[in-house]
């Protein structure tokens, strides 16, 4: 039986002469990249050198939009009406499609940024407006989703997208498939083996260990590491070696009805 | 003989509360929309709402990148590097682009906006950066110049770019085919009737007359009209109907080995 | 007896080349002007015209600080942290101050914008951040809080700043003592007429009629009248010359323990 | 004899998320603290720590004003007209001043940053509204330029402010007193010794050694160092240990007229 999953990791997340995560040694290790539009970070000239990048080693490029929000990284919730999200959000997905264009490849998926994530995951209103924006742009475009979020998994199907179901690497999990909140101490797995071992169980046995042992259900077709910590380098290595020493395969999601 | 020019005009420059422009009532009478892309005006909402509008009206849609300039317009010169013009560029293109398919329709030109349009017919490494970034993201777009700046116009060919020439229908030309200056009297047409004959005369002679009289020889395939003051319509309006008086189709440029 | 009342404006909220209200017209008729900072309108050469004029005319000269939103107009609520919200106002108080100073004049109040003014008079924790951005910048500021705000009064009078009540000339009230919300009918007074009776009756019997006809009491130190309505201008001239009939003068608010 | 000279450096040039600099470290070794204003770096929150921290350790705080440029870290020339650099001028200083007396502290000087700096020292009519912005914002702020800039100097004492004549302790000089460019190598001098011993000797004598050994004449009452190399803490560390050995007075600049 041929076990495989797609690794995805934020990019492009610098700014001018700010510089955040070391995007060209990750794009070595993953098979998904999720590249900053310019709101909440990345710039044309970053994203032009990110997508140019990813294109070379053969990464699929999704973009990744946010509220605008420069200064608050897209970590802030802003009250928008489903009218701005949904031109926000194909104004992101246009300008990242760009790069993605001229460099002679296709754009093969979105993913919501930060706080957008997160309240599309919450907000009906905010869900429906973000999955019809995708679905408009090209409804051929997977559109990646937290895979303890029915809501917005729904919204997407309902918009006709390929849902693609996310779970985290180096996250810790809530009993209640929530993810522990980033300022609680062990919410971020910093040992790379441990996000290995989280990865391993989760596409073998369909299951995650939550912080306080409980063994959760969960099918998900992508898994994240994050791109910004100083560690993330090392646990995308990490996670790529021990995926193919259980031979488990890594490449981006595969449809229901695809050839395998 | 058939006649024919297209008629173009800058849109969708209002910003959030801040309106500007007459759009959907000069969308009437022109055959060509540029379209702010959010650097000197527009905003996502924008740029949704007046794309839309002028593909309903079966308006040709073009991008209309700038610097990135809210506060002056786009109208102060900037210097940056030909990578970041590229960038920039293709980011615009890009964004303005994903309302287009969002509408089911097709891109058809770029023109560039104030200081980035003025630059770009001086400077050969801004030409060279931002006819690249057009030949990039989509070699069959037309590349809007003025009508009389050769090197830009050199630039857009070698580019392999279809080069549309522009000449304007309410400015004034000084004598060497530049026009006359924003700030000096006389530099806009603000008499319909006046337009209108600037037009006719260059479609069926090829001529200008400029401010002191002087008669230029000037090929165009598009005049542009301003929609940014208070009798922009009644500009637009006016010379629609000369036209039609005329015979002269009203119609995007067609080019040269195409049927006509 | 010296009956007396302080009549506010937002002024200010124009933007590089995007003109809003009528500013230098207003300014002939009232007393107090909240600047708009550059966060959600205005630039520095905006904010510098509109602050010479000001002080030209005598016209009492105070910050209007807003969330960071230019394409939102400031009424979009944005989730900040204390921290933020105190150093943002910080800043916009200190850069309106600068064309103060630079005009050898003084700073006499300050009054939230849009969302800031709102999500202050309901949430403790923005409430007293904004407060204590204002007192420690310089507690000798007045702090315009909504009359019908007891929170935000309470958390002003905390901070040891000079609170102002105020009320509205051109807007109607619930009978809860809530505004009646914009996008209802009625919710705005367009008549110059009855803005001024809503005025009158405010500043001789301290009562408002709502909507509904009931008599609410309500005790206010200042009336705003919005600048960007196109009957603007109007409602502040006939309130003006209303009150001058009625004996009511038109000045900045008088300080408990203050010669009147 | 008292020997003395003020080190300066860039500082808060931070921006949300984005880290730059080791500022808390370098504020232990330097006199005077030139304090990014949000245009080409920095934000209201950034500002806020920036501000307090240089308060409590004693070093004296100025405004680092620049063009609006944050993606450029305001190194990019901007065409702006004489009011437009004024008021941009003005709104800056305000914003930074707003922290410095939220602190109850005293602002004590100007620094222009990267492209406003260099073209202020070239331009006249910049250097001229840029000299006005900082007189009518408070006329006893010091005014610090370019000590190879006799132009910018001429218009600060004409503004009548008190001129600080600023050299580097990291970059190398041409035989011309201009610096050598930054794209050059030898352009920055990395080596702490290398920094102490060009301050030292430019004390003592009044010289700096060019890069061709050309040995040149040089009143400066201030060296800059910069903040955002990987080095800049050891050099601020170095020179202030070396400069303590001869017995160098690392302080803020005296006045003439001023007791020592």
Redesign the interface.
């Known amino acids: 039986m041929d076990l495989q999953i797609d690794i995805n990791c934020d990019m492009g997340e610098s ?4 510089v ?1 995560g070391q995007d060209a040694e990750i794009l070595n290790h993953v098979s998904s990249a999720n590249i900053a539009c ?1 709101f909440h ?1 990345g ?3 970053v ?2 050198k990110t997508v140019q990048l990813a294109v070379q080693k053969g990464v699929a490029v999704g973009a990744h939009p946010s509220y ?6 897209g970590r ?5 009406t489903p ?2 999200i ?3 959000v ?10 993605v ?2 460099n002679g490849a296709r754009l093969t998926h979105v993913k919501a940024h930060g ?1 957008l994530y997160n309240v599309a995951a919450q907000d009906p209103a905010v869900a429906r407006a973000y999955a019809r ?1 995708v679905a ?3 409804p051929e475009l997977a559109f990646v989703c937290l895979a303890t979020g029915p809501m917005i998994i729904e919204e997407g199907q309902k918009a006709g997208l390929r849902v693609v179901r996310e779970a985290f690497a180096d996250r810790a999990y809530n009993a209640d498939g929530s993810l522990v909140n980033r300022r609680l101490a062990g919410s971020m797995l910093t040992d790379p083996e441990k996000s290995a071992e989280q990865v391993i169980r989760l596409v073998r046995q369909g299951e995650i260990v939550a912080i306080d042992g409980t063994v959760l259900k969960l099918k998900a077709d992508t898994v994240c590491i994050h791109g910004d910590g100083p560690t993330a380098p090392a646990i995308a290595r990490a996670l790529k070696e021990r995926l193919l020493q259980e031979s488990i395969r890594i490449s981006v999601p595969v449809w229901e009805g695809q050839p395998a």
Do not use: H, S, T
């Open positions: 700014f001018g002469n700010y955040m310019g970070a710039d044309p000239v994203m032009a605008p929000d420069l200064q608050g990284f802030r919730k802003m009250d928008m009218d701005e949904e031109a926000m194909i104004y992101q997905i246009g300008a990242l499609d760009g790069f264009r001229a706080a924006a408009r742009y090209n």
